[in-house]
């Protein structure tokens, strides 16, 4: 299948800096994939890449099946890094003169704005200025601005900062709503809990290389499972247990002391365990942890990582 955005081999230097490196990733049709990497990675210049509002240096661009985003930006939805509505428009007239830009008449993108809001519980705030709302109730102004022409592609820079724990609880349903019609979604992000929750695909980039290409289940299989232990007993001891790499320990308000203890890759849990009970520590709590697609990023975006060959996975 075609993809939605493509990037092969993608550059952009700006004189002796350079933002991306060789950067190729293609969203397919119709999935949510997370754009990750940590502040200054290089995923707005991704962004404004893709969206032709700067050259890349070298590489090929493809974006909804073309090479020049102009011939498709009535078929794309944008939230930006840089927030911005007229503060003194309703929410109603600011999302309409927005679906107007994008070929929608003015009647119709009304219709659509006064539907959207109620849908995504903004009803009682549709005809106050946008200036007496909440930071979070304007981002969700302007993130319904970026979907009411039923756009195929949606890109999103940082679409859940400022958003308090409910609303980003909503704005996850909306993107799995979104790509439920068959629209690809794409959103840069550096909290990895979202795109844990709802991703079909991450791309991971650090200092503008791709470190990892491929599911979330195939990010988390790279890292480190890890063991907490709870007791009366040293916590050198447990740290000294066959298959773990590093570990960390705090002293608990009850007395006795909680270790982290992160395993080796491939160090089989249940083979730590045995050892701990066969040298007689005295443990109270044991919980064994899989790995979470933030110990997958924190691996993968260590400098330590970066120097070794790029982890790919097949998608």
Not at 38 to 67: E, M, Y
Not at 68 to 91: F, H, K, Q, S
Not at 123 to 150: N, T
Request: proline share 4%; net charge neutral; aromatic share 4%.
């Amino acid at each position: 299948m075609e993809a939605a955005l493509l990037f092969d081999d993608v550059t952009k230097r700006y004189g002796a800096v350079t933002a991306l490196d060789g950067l190729s990733l293609a969203a397919r049709r119709g999935e949510i994939m997370g754009f990750l990497g940590p502040n200054g990675a290089g995923k707005t210049t991704s962004i404004r890449i893709a969206l032709g509002l700067i050259a890349a240096t070298s590489g090929r661009v493809q974006i909804l099946g073309v090479t020049d985003p102009a011939a498709v930006r009535n078929r794309i939805g944008l939230l930006p890094e840089e927030r911005g509505l007229y503060r003194r428009m309703t929410p109603v007239a600011a999302i309409a003169f927005l679906a107007a830009l994008k070929g929608v008449p003015s009647a119709e993108g009304a219709r659509r704005a006064r539907t959207l809001l109620e849908a995504h519980g903004l009803g009682p705030a549709m005809d106050r200025q946008i200036r007496s709302l909440s930071k979070g109730m304007a981002q969700k102004v302007q993130l319904l601005s970026a979907i009411v022409h039923e756009p195929e592609l949606v890109i999103l820079d940082e679409p859940f900062s400022g958003l308090d724990p409910a609303a980003q609880l909503s704005l996850e349903q909306l993107l799995r709503d979104l790509t439920g019609r068959g629209a690809t979604v794409v959103f840069s992000t550096h909290v990895m809990e979202h795109a844990e929750r709802i991703c079909d695909h991450v791309v991971l980039i650090a200092a503008g290389r791709k470190v990892f290409d491929g599911s979330v289940d195939a990010a988390r299989a790279g890292a480190p499972r890890s063991i907490i232990m709870e007791g009366a007993f040293e916590a050198s001891l447990a740290g000294a247990l066959p298959g773990v790499a590093d570990w960390s320990a705090e002293a608990l308000s009850q007395g006795g002391v909680r270790v982290v203890a992160h395993l080796m890759a491939g160090a089989r849990p249940e083979e730590t365990l045995r050892a701990a009970f066969a040298r007689r520590l005295q443990i109270t709590r044991i919980e064994a942890r899989e790995a979470s697609l933030r110990d997958a990023f924190i691996r993968l975006t260590s400098p330590e990582e970066r120097d070794e060959p790029m982890a790919e996975a097949a998608a």
